[in-house]
T-cell receptor, first 113, second 116 residues
């Protein structure tokens, strides 16, 4: 069975500071891993994805994530937070074939001026 | 714009009633997924259809049912509604079932259901 754990339901950073959102996964097969972002009153949109190619994945809006198999982690980072980054972020895992994508509980990012 | 269209955007109804939520996937996508998002449960997978057939089932209540039609649009039917069914219901689509489908989903903007 697959599962995703996001550490911290709320994260607050200052504008210009490093953003680090943590995600650990559990999967019995090589996983596909994703980060999605949800802005207020909108649906989720894909930020980036890991599909067994490069372990460091770059996404949109300056975000990136590193797949670490030994730590079963896929943490999301951004060097410098912007006010527009304030949103809810979801880590997700699926197996080959994408039958079912399992989402974490989400982390709400607050950015202070 | 993800290309996934959901209607209605907002719906207010009473307990015991039945509602139907509609989803049109991205052009060419064969898989449709339904998710329920609530404050206490987070984002819960309900059900997946591929080219008209049910393929995976999640935490979907027996009072809920779904189908995917030949034109690939999907409907989620919620009956005997309870207060706890108030939530945001998302539809998502993806291109295929296997062999290249990484599970990347394209989400609609959701249908917000309020049960009074």
């Amino acid at each position: 069975a697959q599962s995703v754990t996001q550490l911290g339901s709320h994260v607050s950073v200052s504008e210009g500071a490093l953003v680090l959102l943590r995600c650990n996964y559990s999967s019995s097969v090589p996983p596909y891993l994703f980060w999605y972002v949800q802005y207020p009153n909108q649906g989720l949109q894909l930020l980036l994805k890991y599909t067994s190619a490069a372990t460091l994945v770059k996404g949109i809006n300056g975000f990136e994530a590193e797949f670490k198999k030994s730590e079963t982690s896929f943490h999301l980072t951004k060097p410098s937070a912007h006010m527009s980054d304030a949103a809810e972020y979801f880590c997700a895992v699926s197996s080959t074939g994408g039958f079912k994508t399992i989402f974490g509980a989400g982390t709400r990012l607050f950015v202070k001026a | 714009d993800s290309g996934v269209t959901q209607t209605p955007k907002h719906l207010i109804t009473a307990t015991g009633q039945r509602v139907t939520l509609r989803c049109s996937p991205r052009s060419g996508d064969l898989s449709v997924y339904w998710y329920q998002q609530s404050l206490d449960q987070g984002l819960q997978f309900l059900i997946q259809y591929y080219n008209g057939e049910e393929r995976a089932k999640g935490n979907i209540l027996e009072r809920f049912s779904a189908q995917q039609f030949p034109d690939l649009h999907s409907e989620l039917n919620l009956s005997s509604l309870e207060l706890g069914d108030s939530a945001l219901y998302f539809c998502a689509s993806s291109s295929g079932l296997a062999g290249g489908n990484t599970g990347e989903l394209f989400f609609g903007e959701g249908s917000r259901l309020t049960v009074l």
